[in-house]
């Protein structure tokens, strides 16, 4: 256990790290919800938890000061001035891995991104209608009407238009393997009750509240 009174701010030098293989957006994001989903379940306190993801998201987002208010808010102690070891005022101990800080040296662009979105609908005579299990990163599980004869792309389309979800927003997963735009759904082989993972890049933004009417004196 460390000295309480031991306190440092918060840095502003972002952790460098390598992955050990190519990693793409959605697999990091993956990778940290999976980390945030399991990691109050081992020690420590969920409401400290909470507090150090809300943390570690600003100080990506290079809000510094945001993460530093937060830290002090919760009465969290950096005997080195850094996320990645930190302290409750109970002195429990709580270790946050570098993914969740920042993102890796070794980023690589997803394919989808850089492929237009302009590979026309394939005619509606060809292939047989299925229905596909989806998982969305939001919580949301549903069933989506396809042909095998749609590539991953009109896949991502047809969630659009059920769900709202951009395309652009949309990454698929199965079986922990990232799916190409161009894929279709016949060459995946996926059987009926399997699950495809689709992680949302970019939720929509809630809505700001008015501003309240001030009152005159």
């Known amino acids: 256990m460390v000295a309480l009174g031991r306190n440092q701010a918060l840095?502003?030098?972002?952790?460098?790290?390598?992955?050990?293989?190519?990693?793409?957006?959605g697999q990091l994001r993956s990778k940290r919800d999976e980390f945030w989903d399991t990691a109050?379940?081992?020690?420590?306190?969920?409401?400290?938890?909470?507090?150090?993801?809300?943390?570690?998201?600003?100080?990506?987002?290079?809000?510094h000061e945001l993460a530093q208010a937060i830290i002090d808010g919760a009465s969290i102690t950096l005997p080195h001035g850094a996320l990645t070891e930190c302290y409750d005022e109970l002195g429990n101990?709580?270790?946050?891995?570098?993914?969740?800080l920042s993102p890796p040296v070794n980023m690589i662009e997803e394919k989808s991104e850089l492929e237009p979105l302009e590979v026309p609908d394939p005619p509606l005579s060809?292939?047989?209608?299925?229905?596909l299990r989806l998982r969305l990163s939001t919580g949301h599980d549903l069933r989506l009407a396809v042909r095998t004869t749609d590539t991953v792309q009109h896949m991502k389309r047809?969630?659009?238009?059920?769900?709202?979800?951009?395309?652009?927003?949309?990454?698929?997963f199965f079986s922990g393997r990232p799916l190409t735009d161009k894929m279709k759904l016949e060459e995946l082989?996926?059987?009926?009750?399997?699950?495809?993972?689709?992680?949302?890049?970019?939720?929509?933004a809630p809505a700001l509240?008015?501003?309240?009417t001030p009152v005159e004196n």
């Open 93 to 100: 101990r709580y270790q946050l891995p570098v993914y969740c």
């Open 126 to 131: 060809e292939g047989q209608e299925c229905q």
């Open 11 to 25: 840095k502003r030098e972002k952790p460098k790290w390598k992955s050990d293989y190519p990693m793409t957006d």
């Open 158 to 172: 047809r969630l659009q238009a059920q769900e709202g979800v951009a395309a652009s927003a949309q990454r698929w």
């Open 40 to 63: 109050p379940a081992f020690e420590g306190r969920k409401e400290i938890w909470d507090a150090l993801k809300a943390a570690a998201q600003a100080f990506e987002s290079n809000d």
């Open 189 to 204: 082989k996926i059987s009926r009750d399997y699950v495809v993972q689709v992680i949302v890049t970019q939720p929509p």
């Open 209 to 212: 509240p008015q501003n309240p």
